[in-house]
């Protein structure tokens, strides 16, 4: 399996920028999907956006053209490029990698705050 560790939460104003980064380790050629979801207080974890072994990329609607999946294979890192932020933004968000059956698995990180403030 693979492990995630995120970095990059932390508060803005509307409007600003934030960059998300989740360090993969572990087999990470197994890896079939890589995505970012959040987690408001009192809400259900969503998607935000996800990117797939062969680089096909999806987004939640309210992120499309703010925000910005990417990886670097060479750093084992998937990022995600959070611009013209909004308070409805603010939630923990969650790194998550994924193998399809079968020997599949469903991991995640540990979580990072983003907050903004209007």
């Known amino acids: 399996q693979v492990q995630l560790v995120e970095s990059g939460g932390g508060a803005v104003q509307t409007g600003g920028s934030l960059r998300l980064s989740c360090k993969v380790s572990?087999?990470?050629?197994?890896?079939?999907?890589m995505g970012w979801y959040r987690q408001a207080p009192g809400k259900q974890r969503d998607m935000v956006a996800r990117?797939?072994?062969?680089?096909?990329?999806d987004y939640e609607d309210s992120v499309k053209g703010r925000f910005t999946i990417s990886r670097d294979n060479a750093k084992n890192t998937v990022s995600l490029q959070m611009n013209m932020l909004k308070p409805e933004d603010t939630a923990v968000y969650y790194c998550?990698?994924?193998?399809?059956?079968?020997?599949?698995?469903?991991?995640w990180g540990q979580g990072t705050q983003v907050t903004v403030s209007s």
């Open positions: 572990g087999r990470i050629d197994s890896v079939q999907r």
């Open positions: 998550n990698a994924v193998r399809f059956p079968p020997g599949g698995y469903n991991i």
């Open positions: 990117i797939f072994s062969g680089g096909y990329t």
